[in-house]
């Protein structure tokens, strides 16, 4: 005969089970919700062999890039696009040029975060490169030129002709070490 005892522990341990097994399909759950935020704000939005259809330069639409590059305020690192504007066809394969520095005396590690304008360039802006697909780690006085390689697909609207590319860094908290 089992006790009351043991019957209450047997009841907790499904119950449990049952959590632990919800948290882990949970947890498969949000990566392709992960994704499809991505897909929609643009972050990390690395192009995949059939996102881009056509691979012809459609020499109707010139459209210009326009690059900015911010840094939040206590990040220790000035940062700038090597050309202020582009101007591109889409189907036309194109690499701009970043530089950054680190102005402190100490390892710092920064994460970039993409922004378009208008919005809905997000869209069609399509980058094979990118330094903001990964974090970048800077020694003290460090300066490096970054490329971001893109594509702008055929299905962007005619009316579009100016897009904004910015970029925002932000310092990853946890990671910087003293300088020594």
Excluded at 45 to 64: E, M, P
Excluded at 68 to 76: A, E, H, Q, T, Y
Excluded at 96 to 122: F, K
Aim: with cysteine; proline share 5%.
């Amino acid at each position: 005969m089992v006790s009351n005892q043991a019957q209450s522990n047997l009841l907790t341990m499904r119950k449990l089970s049952i959590v632990a097994i919800a948290m882990f399909g949970f947890g498969f759950a949000l990566i392709p919700f992960y994704q499809k935020i991505c897909e929609v704000t643009g972050v990390n939005n690395v192009l995949k062999a059939d996102a881009v259809g056509n691979t012809q330069v459609d020499t109707a639409h010139l459209v210009t890039i326009e690059f900015d590059s911010n840094i939040s305020g206590k990040l220790p690192w000035s940062f700038r696009p090597l050309q202020s504007n582009v101007r591109v066809h889409p189907g036309e394969l194109t690499t701009v040029m970043y530089e950054i520095r680190n102005t402190s005396d100490r390892a710092v590690t920064g994460q970039a975060i993409p922004s378009y304008g208008p919005q809905l360039a997000v869209r069609y802006f399509k980058k094979l490169e990118c330094f903001c697909f990964t974090q970048q780690t800077l020694q003290p006085g460090e300066t490096r030129q970054m490329p971001v390689v893109f594509v702008l697909d055929h299905g962007l609207p005619d009316e579009v002709n100016t897009i904004t590319l910015s970029y925002a860094f932000f310092e990853i908290e946890g990671t910087a070490k003293k300088a020594g």
